[in-house]
């Protein structure tokens, strides 16, 4: 990120984020299918910041714009459009491996006309950009020199139109919830 200091110890800060989602559905312990979210967004941020000698404080709000958004893996369509019975219920299964296992592939526990393959852009009810999100954040600032700052911020982040595209059957909108940690240096 990058941050211009205005007066009255206002800023203003933009720069390029990375977000990764990754969800796996799993039925009675058995792996059904997962997928992956990647999106790159632009924010533009107006904040506040104060301090007195070594710790400060700041503030800071605005939006950013998904430019380019990519999908792996499958989701779960709604069973009504096949005319078939509702499937068996699915939940999420921990994240803790998340990593290890990405691979996005169909076990033999899921039939294929259940779920939509989000690397066909035929199927995939998801935008590729255009999404709009809203940032709040607030934090605290040691400023261990004059040149060099560490900062911890807590921030949400919320989608402010939907991912999905006009036509798809149905809306979602993505809260993010997390902890920033970094370090500012001046130039």
Partial sequence: LFQYELKNHKFIETGVNYTQIYEEMSFEGKKR?????????IPLLLGYEDRNSKWGWHVKGG?????????????????????????????????????IENDHRLTNNQA???????????ENPYKTAGVVNLHLASGVTYYHSIK????????????????????????????????????????
């Avoid at 294929?112 to 035929?122: C, F, T």
């Avoid at 900062?151 to 902890?179: C, H, M, Q, W």
């Fill in 112 to 122: 294929r006309n259940e779920v939509a393959n989000l690397e066909d852009e035929g």
């Fill in 148 to 187: 060099t700052s560490f900062l911890v911020t807590p921030t949400y982040k919320r989608s402010i139109n939907s991912i999905t595209k006009d036509n798809a059957l149905f809306t979602e909108k993505l809260t993010y919830v997390g902890v920033s940690f970094g370090t500012r240096v001046k130039f």
């Fill in 63 to 99: 939006l950013g714009l998904q430019v380019r958004n990519s999908y792996e893996g499958y989701i779960l369509k709604r069973v009504d459009q096949f005319g078939g019975t509702e499937p068996e219920p699915l939940h999420r299964k921990s994240a803790v491996r998340n990593f």
């Fill in 33 to 41: 299918f997962s997928n992956q979210y990647n999106f790159i967004e």
